[in-house]
């Protein structure tokens, strides 16, 4: 599993990459990352194979940080190519009004 910067991720966000916003559909609707898809934690973790291919790699997010790493290191150990988003969603919001 490996970490990615919001810096890191903005200077990559419209290559043909695979972004995935693990918060409920509510905090998604209300404000997320261009180009994310909206797939529940819970979704993902249950059944990962309906939405995650192993030789695919894909950057996840939540809101700081915190699930989408956990999330990260389990769906590596189920052999998932996952790059976990620092900061989340929060720090793309505080990046953005910096920028």
């Known amino acids: 599993m490996y970490?990615?910067?919001?810096?890191d991720l903005k200077k990559i966000l419209y290559d043909d990459i695979k972004l995935?916003?693990?918060?409920?559909?509510?905090q998604y609707n209300i404000?997320?990352?261009p180009?994310?898809?909206n797939i529940p934690m819970n979704f993902l973790l249950m059944n990962p194979e309906n939405y995650l291919e192993k030789n695919t790699k894909y950057y996840i997010y939540c809101e700081y940080g915190g699930r989408s790493e956990k999330v990260c290191k389990m769906l590596s150990n189920r052999?998932?190519?996952v790059v976990n988003v620092l900061g989340g969603y929060n720090e793309y919001k505080l990046f953005n009004y910096k920028s």
Do not use: L, M, T
């Open 79 to 81: 052999g998932y190519n």
């Open 20 to 26: 995935i916003d693990i918060r409920d559909k509510y």
């Open 35 to 37: 180009k994310s898809v």
């Open 31 to 33: 404000g997320n990352i």
């Open 3 to 7: 970490n990615i910067s919001i810096d």
